[in-house]
Antibody, heavy 122, light 106 residues
Framework: QVTLKESGPVLVKPTETLTLTCTVS??????????VSWIRQPPGKALEWLAH???????SYSTSLKNRLTISKDTSKSQVVLTMTNMDPVDTATYYCARIMSVRTVNWFDPWGQGTLVTVSS | SYELTQPPSVSVSPGQTASITCSGD??????ACWYQQRPGQSPVLVIY???KRPSGIPERFSGSNSGNTATLTISGTQAMDEADYYCQAWDSSTVVFGGGTTLTVL
């Protein structure tokens, strides 16, 4: 059974750096057909893609947030870490990680983690 | 940047067919996915590669993608299908989600 679980702080202060960890099980981060993505959702709003990383360490970031994001993985620990600098109250959201399935040129997100709500407030 | 546009809401009577659209420039040249998100839950993949259903997704869910529009169709809609639905596509190496559509079954 494939599962992903997000962990990190519930509350961060403005200007602080957020570090989130996605721990996966049921698949390996070295699998050539898979990757992991981070996606967030502010309360009552739509999904917003943040970043992803593939087994070959290929990374991509949201254009609007790339200056604040860093994604990395530790295959031996089955973990993918996302850091976001200079947090602001507008970054308050539920942060999800999701597995990327990749077959030839086709990619999709399945499954998703349960999400972790991060609130930015002083 | 690439954008996907969805209607904010769609209503359907139980047992009828619901259609949710997703519009984007030359979207038919890309692959579209659809995700269902029930209140308080994580998104679940219901359609990938335009029209493929993952294991465990009922046959009443189907998808199409042509021109500038992808469509999620739910045949014989049930009360349990009431949820938010998001379309998603890849634009080069980045990912775009639509703004989401709330499906109401009444």
């Amino acid at each position: 059974q494939v599962t992903l679980k997000e962990s990190g702080p519930v509350l961060v202060k403005p200007t602080e750096t957020l570090t989130l960890t996605c721990t996966v099980s049921g698949f390996s981060l070295s699998n050539a057909r898979m990757g992991v993505s981070w996606i967030r959702q502010p309360p009552g709003k739509a999904l917003e893609w943040l970043a992803h990383i593939f087994s070959n360490d290929e990374k991509s970031y949201s254009t609007s947030l790339k200056n604040r994001l860093t994604i990395s993985k530790d295959t031996s620990k089955s973990q993918v870490v996302l850091t976001m600098t200079n947090m602001d109250p507008v970054d308050t959201a539920t942060y999800y990680c999701a597995r990327i399935m990749s077959v030839r040129t086709v990619n999709w997100f399945d499954p998703w983690g349960q999400g972790t709500l991060v609130t930015v407030s002083s | 940047s690439y954008e996907l546009t969805q209607p904010p809401s769609v209503s359907v009577s139980p047992g009828q067919t619901a259609s949710i659209t997703c519009s984007g420039d030359k979207l038919g040249d890309k692959y579209a996915c659809w995700y269902q998100q029930r209140p308080g839950q994580s998104p679940v993949l219901v359609i990938y590669q335009d029209n493929k259903r993952p294991s465990g997704i009922p046959e009443r869910f189907s998808g199409s993608n042509s021109g500038n529009t992808a469509t999620l169709t739910i045949s014989g809609t049930q009360a349990m299908d009431e949820a938010d639905y998001y379309c998603q596509a890849w634009d080069s190496s980045t990912v775009v989600f639509g703004g989401g559509t709330t499906l109401t079954v009444l």
